[in-house]
């Protein structure tokens, strides 16, 4: 084991591997070298055992990893747990630095979106999906499972070689990693085309709402939770909506039927005022029929007219 230049005489020093880093990847050099630190501090070596030398070039920086024999120390036997460690810290640098940029490549590439607020809440849509904690059918692994992948394909590259280059492990090594991020790009793109035509949609019942004029005065909504609703008039009387016209929503196939059906029925009777009584404010339908009726709804969470209704206690006996 041949001493590297420089080292003091008698001292082994080897040089176990390079890291080379693109600048397009990340400027923030001393993110990865931070990482590797503190990557090392855990193994908890004598101290200087392992150097780190980063040298800036044009378009990369290149990070040298050597390490020297001491006394208690020998370098055969720490050099898994470095490879390990610097896997580790790798890993979780390419997560952090180079997931984003790999997944604006296929929203802005790949489906040509140029616009950056479309952008950046299709980015929000990844993020949502790959924040996942835990393991769901149809869903991207989880965080850490996703670390783990791509921390057991670098470990085993350093096992064989004394270079790496991080461009060249993404693009030849992490296929399965970047087939995933695609995945995830194209399933938040196709959330937000929905999300597009929904707000439309929205907007199309709220410019309805408005030029409608009101047909009773004022409507109680109670809501019992979930799905489950009664309307009632300014008496606190049950509303015969056979009375009304009737007003058809279907909410581009989102499976909230319940939504629709309460929806039409409202833009029906359309009341001046509607009276939201709910124990779940900020439940989705909630918020739905408030952004669709806007300034003529009120929220009621505790009244004396809602607590002989919603209160759990008499539901049974109100509602068998």
Request: aromatic content about 8%; charged content about 25%; some cysteine.
């Amino acid at each position: 084991m041949p001493a590297l230049p420089g080292a003091p005489k008698g001292v082994i020093r080897m040089e176990l591997f390079t890291l080379i880093v693109p600048r397009t990847v990340s400027e923030d050099k001393e993110s990865l070298r931070q990482r590797l630190i503190e990557a090392f501090d855990l193994i908890h070596m004598p101290e200087g055992a392992v150097q780190l030398e980063c040298k800036t070039h044009r378009h990369f920086f290149a990070m040298q990893i050597s390490a020297e024999e001491q006394t208690g120390f020998i370098l055969s036997e720490w050099k898994t747990l470095i490879v390990k460690e610097t896997a580790q810290a790798l890993s979780a640098y390419i997560m952090s630095q180079a997931e984003t940029k790999l997944l604006r490549d296929v929203i802005t590439g790949t489906y040509s979106y140029e616009d950056p607020h479309d952008v950046q809440a299709i980015e929000k849509y990844c993020a949502q999906l790959l924040d996942q904690p835990e393991e769901t059918e149809g869903m991207p692994k989880p965080k850490v499972l996703r670390q783990q992948k791509i921390s057991s394909v670098v470990k085993s590259y350093l096992e064989e070689h004394t270079e790496l280059d991080l461009q060249g492990l993404i693009r030849f090594r992490l296929a399965d990693y970047r087939n995933e991020l695609k995945e995830v790009a194209e399933y938040a793109i196709d959330e937000f085309i929905m999300d597009q035509q929904y707000q439309e949609f929205i907007s199309l019942l709220k410019y309805f709402v408005y030029i409608q004029d009101a047909k009773i005065p004022v409507a109680h909504l109670m809501h019992r939770g979930g799905h489950e609703f009664t309307l009632l008039n300014e008496k606190m009387a049950p509303i015969d909506t056979k009375e009304f016209d009737t007003f058809t929503v279907e909410l581009l196939d989102r499976e909230i039927n319940f939504e629709d059906m309460i929806v039409s029925t409202l833009i029906s009777v359309a009341p001046q005022t509607i009276h939201i009584h709910t124990r779940d404010p900020e439940e989705q339908v909630i918020k739905t029929i408030m952004q669709i009726f806007e300034d003529r709804t009120r929220i009621c969470t505790s009244c004396k007219g809602c607590q002989p209704v919603l209160d759990i206690s008499n539901k049974d006996q109100l509602y068998p």
